[in-house]
């Protein structure tokens, strides 16, 4: 199985809330990662956890917040977005971190649109 | 810098057309190169990972070949549920962090026509 799930599938939230992401794997994979997709453009990464401590913060702004309280979990805490923020946030994971073999398998996705 | 470069952008097909995408290269010391599969507003499916030029990989009609420079993705006989974006990703050793980043091209968007 090779499924990672992220919920909600959709958000709409307006410039002054707060919201929050969330993304799950139950393949025992150490690495976390999130990406955020702007249409016909590839993934960007934004941070990747790996072994549940943020190893990579891509210079993304304060308005986005991840957090990893576990090893199966990652949430992105969102706050004061902006429009330009709207996107496809996903979410992958990978076995581990320093083998050359591991894959990232990516979540569906959660579909933000900030009014 | 590693660099991606896909082509063509987008390619129409007939139904039963074979064709190739191709991925093109640049990277210091490859650690894998990936083919991705993605459906509108989805997220990215895993087709392949290549290591070595030299390999090759199949899946169903897909085919994943690797060379020192580039990799192809041919596609034979495409049925129109093959229709999404294809999308290349390298993986290589990067200075700082102890993982691995993925450098992406922006994709090849096919269409099979039925």
């Known amino acids: 199985d090779t499924e990672v799930t992220q919920t909600p599938k959709h958000l709409v939230m307006g410039m002054t809330n707060k919201k929050s992401l969330k993304c799950e794997q139950h393949?025992?994979?150490?690495?976390m990662y999130w990406y955020k997709q702007k249409a016909k453009k590839p993934p960007e990464l934004m941070f990747v956890?790996?072994?549940?401590?943020?190893?990579i913060n891509e210079s993304v702004p304060s308005r986005f917040s991840p957090e990893c309280p576990n090893s199966s979990l990652l949430n992105l805490h969102l706050h004061a977005l902006q429009p330009e923020d709207s996107a496809l946030y996903l979410c992958?994971?990978?076995?581990?971190?320093?083998?050359?073999?591991?894959?990232?398998?990516f979540g569906p996705g959660t579909r933000l649109t900030v009014l | 810098e590693d660099q991606v470069t896909q082509s063509p952008e987008a390619l129409r097909l007939q139904e039963g057309e074979s064709s190739s995408l191709n991925c093109s290269y640049t990277?210091?010391?490859?650690?894998?190169l990936f083919w991705y599969r993605q459906d509108p507003g989805k997220g990215p499916e895993f087709l392949f990972t290549?290591?070595?030029a030299g390999e090759e990989k199949e899946k169903e009609r897909l085919k994943a070949t690797l060379t020192k420079k580039e990799s192809f993705l041919h596609i034979t006989a495409p049925k129109p549920e093959d229709s999404a974006t294809y999308l290349c990703?390298?993986?290589?050793?990067?200075?700082?962090?102890?993982?691995?980043?993925?450098?992406f091209g922006s994709g090849t968007q096919l269409t099979v026509l039925p």
């Open positions: 393949m025992g994979h150490r690495a």
């Open positions: 956890y790996s072994y549940e401590k943020l190893s």
């Open positions: 992958a994971s990978s076995l581990g971190t320093v083998t050359s073999t591991d894959t990232q398998y």
């Open positions: 990703a390298v993986r290589s050793p990067i200075s700082s962090g102890s993982a691995r980043q993925l450098t």
């Open positions: 990277v210091s010391g490859l650690r894998g």
């Open positions: 290549l290591y070595s």
